[in-house]
């Protein structure tokens, strides 16, 4: 058996203990279906209105969870109940919201198609565990809405009369992880299809050639303009650390899969170019955004990425920067974001460790960023690579 040498815990006692039964008690709605994420510090409802993004991303951690960490019956009623949800949001046209009521209804929408590439994964690792032919036809209609959106963005919602049209780096990094999660259940169902891998392919090849990476001024630029005009403020320079650590270790592991170095070296850049040189030494953690109005204050999701991010890095290419960097993450990670009472991370803290936002779920915090580290993090140090999380 393979062993990996950079195990910082036990991450699926963390994960079984600490942070899924935070959301299996206080967050899964069974009266409404769905789930609500506006939670404080103990898991008290701040807010009822829900995010779709989490019932298809929350469909995915419970999914995951039952299948690599314990089957729980408590994880397979989740299941349950975020997926009837989808029958209460999804528009006729097989599209979803941005954001709804409790019970569905006063939906609200975005440019990006978020929702319906979360619901597909979700849909996805869902069948696994249930294997009903209508989860499965799900998840490829929502794929294949985002795949059409992906080939042809101009037939997506307009953008508003006052923002300068552009290409978001997330996309791309999205997508990719939509392909591989599809291109996962298909081939372990009996499912494979050629178009999960033509759209990993594509993206990879977006990322290279696309226009966000300057390979001059080491950096991934989040927008770029999709007409003539140039973008502005605050579009305009922004770049993303936490998606381009996304990016990097989903490309790495698309790497591993394919067993492609030319694809591995993408993903080597992509965790060097994440943030400006020297920035990750003087600070130890990991910005929302270079040009941020605000670099003083860390939120929890750019820190999960980073730290399995480096990991795989370093898993990979044996390059003891990159185990120096995940080391440094973690243990502040641990430190200052974990609730060892209550369970799961808060949302914010200040560059000194002090919790600024004690919430542990927002209109944009779930069970996603924090359950998905762990899961790769068990795949590298109980297996010695990340195959397990991607199978």
Known sequence: MKTYGGAYMNYRKYLLEEVMPFWV?????REEGGIITCLDKTGNIKDTTKNVWFVGRSLWSFSLAYRLAEAKPEYLEACEVLYSFLDKCTRPDGTLPFTCDRDGSNEKYRQLYY???FAAIGCAQYYRICHKEEVWQRAEKFFDICYSFYQNPETKVPFPDDTIPYR????EMIMLNLAQFMRNAAEAEGKADPKYDALAKETIRQMIVGGHISDEEKVVREYLPITETPLKPPQLDYTCPGHVYEAAWFVLCEGEVQNDDEIRALGFKLLDYAL???????????VTGI?????????????????????????????????????QLEEFSFAHFADHENGEWYTEVDKDGNVVNSDKGTILKGPFHLPRMLFGMM?????????????
């Open 115 to 117: 929702s319906e590439a």
């Open 379 to 391: 795949s590298l140090t109980e297996n010695g690579d990340i195959l397990t999380y991607m199978s």
């Open 291 to 327: 040009n941020d109005p605000d670099l003083n204050n860390y939120i929890w999701w750019p820190q999960c990425e980073a730290i399995v991010a480096y990991h795989l890095g370093y898993n990979i290419s044996k390059n003891e920067k990159y185990l120096h960097i995940a080391k």
């Open 168 to 171: 978001c780096f997330g996309i």
């Open 25 to 29: 008690n206080h967050a899964i709605d």
């Open 276 to 286: 400006p040189e020297g920035f990750e030494k003087e600070i130890s953690l990991v």
